[in-house]
């Protein structure tokens, strides 16, 4: 089963615009991750923000979380065509902790 | 980083036969991987966690008789999916928890293997 909820589905951008996806969850966590997609291929971990923290930055990337409201949000700043793929947000993954991903978020970035 | 490899990237195979999947960590010993599958424009799915030595865990609704899963090393987790049927085509994926002493475990994911079943 999904623990989290992303949206929007697919989100087409112009290059240099930013990027905004959120992510909903379910239980209480410890921890919340973003991963990348390229179509096609493996996965690619972008960042992680713990229970505690409410923001986090790297690079062009910016993740916040609201546990009030089980919700998380990864911005990229100043898109390019290389961002296009598919982003999940995912919930546990230390120790024996199953991660679990989220519906996902097709990015297309528009050259 | 910590370099996972699936192999084959790309299987295609008749109805009926069995396909066995390899995730090996190259770089580090995984007492535990997981194998997920994802059906075209889906997310990723949990099938079951396979722990070296002993057997996989699997998820609700996930076959263990469909979905062989062996660890039979600290490097190396096979999944083989029996009698395959169409239905079975999918993107398999692996990933391998480095568990480091005092330090937090991180997953690495392999590339992913693309089976297609006529």
């Known amino acids: 089963s999904q623990q989290g909820e992303e949206d929007p589905q697919a989100l087409s951008i112009q290059e240099g615009e930013n990027a905004t996806m959120n992510c909903s969850y379910k239980?209480?966590?410890?921890?919340l991750q973003w991963y990348r997609q390229n179509s096609g291929r493996g996965l690619v971990h972008l960042i992680l923000i713990r229970s505690n923290e409410r923001e986090k930055h790297s690079g062009r990337l910016r993740v916040t979380l609201d546990t009030s409201k089980k919700s998380s949000s990864l911005l990229i700043t100043a898109s390019r065509a290389a961002d296009t793929a598919s982003y999940f947000c995912?919930?546990?993954?230390?120790?024996?902790?199953?991660?679990?991903f989220g519906t996902g978020t097709r990015l297309t970035i528009i050259p | 980083g910590a370099v996972v490899s699936q192999h084959p990237s790309w299987v295609i195979c008749k109805s009926g036969t069995s396909v066995k999947i390899e995730c090996r960590s190259l770089?580090?010993?995984?007492?535990?991987m997981f194998w997920y599958r994802q059906f075209p424009k889906q997310s990723l799915m949990l099938m079951a966690t396979?722990?070296?030595?002993?057997?996989?865990?699997?998820e609700q609704g996930v076959e263990k008789d469909k979905f062989l899963i062996n660890h039979a090393s600290l490097t190396l987790s096979t999944l083989t999916v029996t009698s395959a049927h169409p239905e079975d085509s999918s993107f398999y994926i692996c990933?391998?928890?480095?568990?480091?002493?005092?330090?937090?475990?991180?997953?690495?994911f392999g590339e992913g293997s693309r089976l297609t079943v006529l």
């Open positions: 239980t209480s966590i410890n921890n």
């Open positions: 396979s722990n070296e030595g002993s057997k996989a865990t699997y």
């Open positions: 995912a919930t546990g993954g230390f120790g024996n902790e199953k991660l679990t």
């Open positions: 990933s391998a928890l480095w568990a480091r002493r005092g330090r937090t475990g991180e997953l690495f």
């Open positions: 770089d580090f010993q995984a007492t535990t």
